[in-house]
């Protein structure tokens, strides 16, 4: 299976500094071959300036969130059909920011995920636990309760990443320990197999994010059910992002 390394710009950087940081990156790629998926995932704004630099190379392009609706009066929102004109291979849902402070609910998400199977584009749905339920020890309920409003994962193994990301490490600078995280990609793999009840578990891709850094991805990519990283920060900088992307392959592939 493929690895896929993606950086989250979340609600930045500004304009004039879209380009460089693009292109520094499509640069790194190809100087250096990468046997894994990179997925940039711009503020809407900027797909069109990323989609020019990512246009026939290795870097692919992703978006931070989609509409349910098809089309029609909903103001302020952008389509999954539009995403796919504009480039996009990929787009973040569900992201803790979203559910957090925009009051995303495990159905709305759903609802988002079948609109991307519908236009063939895929989805990094993410999940993960607050602090004070990791410290009731209450994590693998709330994954599990959120894996289970997702109706679209029955469908779907391969087109669809689940990224696990912990809210107590993201943007935090503490980042889950790889035994951490392990046990929770561990669970969402087994999970994911049962609600689909296939054995397609190898096909399923389950990236971590938070706080993902040049000191600390050699050995989060190290961890068996680990198969790439969803990046903040750390993906506004390119020699950062370079060497996150560029990490060191696990001993037995
Ligand atoms: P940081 O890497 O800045 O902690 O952000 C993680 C994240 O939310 C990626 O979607």
């Not at 894994?36 to 870097?59: Q, Y």
């Not at 539009?82 to 709305?108: F, K, P, T």
Request: proline share 4%; glycine share 10%; hydrophobic share 35%.
């Amino acid at each position: 299976m493929r690895s896929i390394i993606v950086g989250n710009w979340k609600m930045n950087p500004t304009q004039k500094e879209v380009r460089p940081l693009a292109e520094g990156v499509a640069k790194g790629l190809s100087d250096q071959a990468t046997f894994h998926d990179v997925v940039i995932c711009p503020p809407f704004v900027f797909l069109s300036a990323v989609g020019e630099v990512c246009h026939g190379g290795t870097l692919q392009l992703g978006a931070q969130n989609v509409c349910s609706e098809p089309n029609g009066a909903y103001t302020g929102e952008i389509s999954t059909e539009m995403l796919v004109d504009a480039g996009c291979e990929y787009v973040i849902i569900g992201h803790s920011e979203r559910r957090q402070l925009m009051g995303e609910s495990n159905s709305d998400v759903n609802l988002k995920m079948a609109a991307c199977f519908k236009y063939g584009l895929c989805p990094i749905v993410c999940v993960g636990e607050t602090l004070s339920e990791r410290q009731d020890k209450k994590t693998l309920n709330v994954i599990r309760k959120q894996l289970q409003s997702l109706s679209g994962l029955k469908e779907c193994s391969s087109n669809c990443i689940v990224a696990y990301e912990p809210i107590w490490a993201i943007g935090t600078g503490t980042v889950a320990t790889p035994d951490q995280a392990q046990e929770v990609h561990h669970f969402i793999r087994s999970e994911w197999g049962s609600i689909t009840g296939s054995h397609a578990v190898k096909e399923m891709r389950i990236i971590y994010g938070g706080s993902v850094k040049p000191g600390n991805i050699d050995e989060i990519m190290e961890m068996r059910d680990i198969d790439g990283v969803l990046v903040g920060g750390a993906s506004l900088d390119v020699s950062d992002f370079l060497r996150i992307i560029h990490y060191k392959e696990k001993v037995n592939g």
